[in-house]
Nanobody, 121 residues
Framework: QVKLVESGGGLVQAGGSLRLSCAASGRTFSGLATGWFRQAPGKVREFVAAVSWGGSDTNYADSAKGRFTISRDNAKVTVYLQMNNLIPEDTAVYYC??????????????WGQGTQVTVSS
């Protein structure tokens, strides 16, 4: 069984930064990409960014381009999401997931429990 645990969320002022981590344990599937998604209250879950298993290919939502950076450390079985210049609209629960690296949440089969990010204005 795969277990994903997100951490690093919190409360930050607009313009600030946070780094989210997604640690995998249990049975991990090599070859799968890792994606970050977020869901704000009353909204659908949306894609943020994804990174391939090898780390060479990345994919970002338009809202994340230029502000967020996804990376991975396979030795630590951890994927990071560095978020800079945060805005209140980034407030959401952030989830990491294993899947095909595309933007559709339906293509991800394993999910973490989420970490709350709150950006104050």
């Amino acid at each position: 069984q795969v277990k994903l645990v997100e951490s690093g969320g919190g409360l930050v002022q607009a313009g600030g930064s946070l780094r989210l981590s997604c640690a995998a344990s249990g049975r991990t599937f090599s070859g799968l990409a890792t994606g970050w998604f977020r869901q704000a209250p009353g909204k659908v879950r949306e894609f943020v960014a994804a990174v391939s298993w090898g780390g060479s290919d990345t994919n970002y939502a338009d809202s994340a381009k230029g502000r967020f950076t996804i990376s991975r450390d396979n030795a630590k079985v951890t994927v990071y999401l560095q978020m800079n210049n945060l805005i209140p609209e980034d407030t959401a629960v952030y989830y990491c997931a294993l899947g095909d690296g595309t933007s559709s949440p339906w293509e991800y089969n394993y999910w973490g429990q989420g970490t709350q990010v709150t950006v104050s204005s």
